[in-house]
């Protein structure tokens, strides 16, 4: 039998079919307790609408593979964080044309008052200038915003620092 473990690690998102729920840093922990399975899960975004299809992506995949009694428990504490994607998930991300996250926004500590936001620099998937400008901050879904290259016109997505 293969181990929870494994089984959960392989479930995709369903947003960023290219990553695991793994690659993502969704998943917590898996852990057996008296027979039954419980994985606890940190969602992207709180209220994200994909919460339900992993949990019954997670439970179907699970029962699949023989585990009858499957619980998946939801962790907010702490947040999700994009710099969670593991370097594989950065890789996935990249060769589907996706441009992966910067390093996320500091949360604690004293915020740096500047008068100009510095401008976030995103390279393009495709050709790798940084030479690119935000079209829309909320693509296809809420955690990617649609950028364009410059250099070649290609319009991408960018997983959104958080
Ligand atoms: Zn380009």
Redesign the pocket.
């Known amino acids: 039998m293969v181990s929870a473990r494994a089984v959960a690690e392989r479930v995709t998102d369903p947003e960023l079919p290219m990553l695991t729920l793994a690659d993502l840093g969704v998943l917590r922990e898996v852990s057996e307790e008296d027979g039954r399975v419980v994985v606890s899960i940190t969602p992207t975004y709180t209220g994200c609408p994909a919460m339900d299809t992993m949990r019954d992506d997670l439970v179907h995949a699970l029962s699949s593979a023989g585990y009858r009694e499957v619980e998946v428990r939801t962790v907010l504490q702490p947040a999700w964080s994009s710099d969670w994607i593991s370097d594989t998930g950065r890789r996935k991300l990249a060769e589907a044309g996706i441009a992966p996250p910067g390093a996320a926004p500091r949360r604690t500590g004293p915020v740096p008052l500047t008068l100009v936001p510095p401008a976030k620099r995103v390279e393009?998937p495709?050709?790798?200038?940084a030479d690119?400008h935000l079209v829309s901050e909320f693509g296809p879904t809420a955690c990617k915003a649609l950028r364009r290259?410059r250099?070649?016109?290609?319009t991408f997505e960018h997983v959104k620092e958080i």
Do not use: D, N, V
């Open positions: 393009c495709r050709c790798g200038s690119t290259c250099a070649c016109a290609e």
